[in-house]
């Protein structure tokens, strides 16, 4: 059964700082990965898709990898900002039933 | 592009009652999902219809029944709703491909009481 999990829960940095989420998956038969970013009390939006067959995608001051043999993938976020907190969510779709295996997500603060 | 847009935004509804959400998506895709999002439990799949005409039990689909009516919409029905049903919904579009990503509505906030 394909777990996915992602590390850590929560992350809070001063503004301007890179930094780097982290999202493992146990089954690496994956067709896709995408990230989300959820504000609190809101829906998902969209941040980034990466097919089975790329390593990374990047999006702005977003950059996703995607290390399918070992089960990993890593959202970078360049010169955070306040305006970059939010909870972020990564989903595998690992099946031919298409559908989404998410984690719990990594709640990220920035502070001013 | 509207997307996926859910209806109602937020309901209160009392123990026993029942309720339909709807969710209609204006991207033309194949396939639709309902989500349920609950502090510590993450998103989990309720129901899913990959294509128009069918549909299928997800992780958690006890106490809920889908309609694909169209290609655009798709319902969740509570028949007698529960405190344990109390949650954020979602529902969500991708197409039928493999490499699609989802595009998820903006969810409905639901408690039972």
């Known amino acids: 059964k394909q777990e996915v999990t992602q590390i850590p829960a929560a992350l809070s940095v001063p503004e301007g700082e890179n930094l780097v989420l982290n999202c493992s998956f146990t089954?690496?038969?994956?067709?896709?990965l995408q990230w989300f970013r959820q504000d609190p009390g809101k829906g998902l939006t969209s941040l980034l898709l990466?097919?089975?067959?790329?390593r990374e995608q990047t999006s702005g001051r977003l950059n996703a990898s995607l290390d399918k043999s070992s089960g990993r993938s890593t959202l970078y976020i360049a010169a955070s900002q306040p305006g970059d907190s939010a909870t972020y969510l990564c989903?595998?779709?690992?099946?031919?039933?298409?559908?989404?295996?998410f984690g719990s997500g990594t709640r990220l603060l920035v502070r001013p | 592009n509207a997307g996926v847009t859910q209806t109602p935004k937020f309901q209160v509804l009392k123990t026993g009652q029942s309720m339909t959400l709807q969710c209609a998506q204006d991207?033309?895709?194949?396939?639709m999902y309902w989500y349920r999002q609950d502090p510590g439990m993450g998103l989990r799949l309720i129901y899913y219809s990959a294509s128009e005409g069918t549909t299928d039990k997800g992780e958690v689909p006890n106490g809920y029944n889908v309609s694909r009516l169209n290609k655009r919409e798709f319902s969740l029905r509570l028949e007698s709703a529960a405190p344990s049903q109390t949650s954020v919904y979602f529902c969500a579009s991708s197409e039928k491909t493999w490499r699609s990503g989802y595009t998820f509505g903006s969810g409905t906030r639901l408690t039972v009481v």
């Open positions: 089954d690496s038969a994956i067709y896709n």
């Open positions: 989903a595998v779709r690992a099946d031919s039933s298409y559908k989404l295996i």
């Open positions: 990466i097919q089975s067959s790329q």
């Open positions: 991207m033309n895709h194949n396939s």
